[in-house]
């Protein structure tokens, strides 16, 4: 069966330092992968998406960007953060066959 | 760009009774796919129901039902029998079409509240 890691859990990052939120799935290959922020009142918002190994589709310019080095694996990170990147952060996969997205339990980053 | 919207940041209703709660979404495709996801306080997001646009009929699943109007460009949800853990915010979510080069756009999300 499928499953996605998202860690860590939470995380407490001063202003200015560097972020780097992994996000695995297991038992599928080729995902589309997903990095949504939410922040409170504002709902879901599509970060980047990955459709394969290097291909990465940015939705919102901020000083946030993604990797994916490996197949099943999506980083999202920062060299600087700033207060208002605070917020909690979902991992998701699709794969091309099913429509349906899986979700991984989230990161909740405070940036103080 | 496509774009969803939920006009009811929070809603409530009585256990065991019905509740709509609304999405309306633009798009200039005619191919693509309606969700609705549940988050529950636990945060884990888990999928409610989907609806294939070409189709007419309206997708269910047990207590949940959509009313698809395609040509408003609307999606609304129905809970029937609410129960206590339906409580959970809700989106509705728009894909472009499946395959390799969709995207998966949320709304903002409805606070359902169902009080005993």
């Known amino acids: 069966s499928q499953t996605i890691h998202q860690w860590p859990a939470t995380l407490v990052q001063p202003v200015g330092s560097p972020l780097s939120l992994e996000c695995t799935v297991e038992?599928?290959?080729?995902?589309?992968l997903y990095w949504y922020r939410q922040a409170a009142g504002r709902g879901l918002q599509l970060l980047f998406y990955?459709?394969?190994?290097?291909?990465i589709s940015s939705e919102v310019p901020q000083n946030l960007s993604a990797s994916r080095p490996q197949d099943r694996q999506f980083i999202l990170s920062s060299k600087k953060l700033l207060l208002s990147d605070s917020g909690f952060y979902l991992c998701?996969?699709?794969?091309?066959?099913?429509?349906?997205?899986?979700f991984g339990q989230g990161t909740r980053l405070t940036v103080v | 760009a496509q774009t969803v919207t939920q006009s009811q940041p929070e809603m409530s209703v009585q256990e065991a009774e019905t509740v709509t709660l609304s999405c309306t979404y633009d798009?200039?495709?005619?191919?693509?796919?309606l969700f609705w996801y549940k988050q529950p306080p636990s945060r884990q997001m888990i999928l409610v129901i989907r609806?294939?646009?070409?189709?007419?009929q309206n997708a269910t699943e047990n207590r949940f039902s959509v009313n698809f109007q395609k040509a408003a460009k609307s999606f609304s949800l129905k809970i029937s029998d609410s129960q206590l853990g339906d409580t959970a915010m809700y989106f509705c979510?728009?894909?472009?079409?499946?395959?390799?080069?969709?995207?998966?756009?949320f709304g903002k999300g409805t606070k359902l509240s169902v009080k005993p």
């Open positions: 038992g599928t290959s080729n995902p589309n």
């Open positions: 979510a728009f894909m472009k079409y499946w395959g390799s080069q969709g995207n998966l756009i």
């Open positions: 990955s459709v394969g190994i290097g291909q």
């Open positions: 609806q294939e646009a070409y189709k007419q």
């Open positions: 998701a996969w699709t794969r091309d066959l099913s429509v349906e997205a899986f």
């Open positions: 798009t200039s495709e005619n191919n693509y796919y």
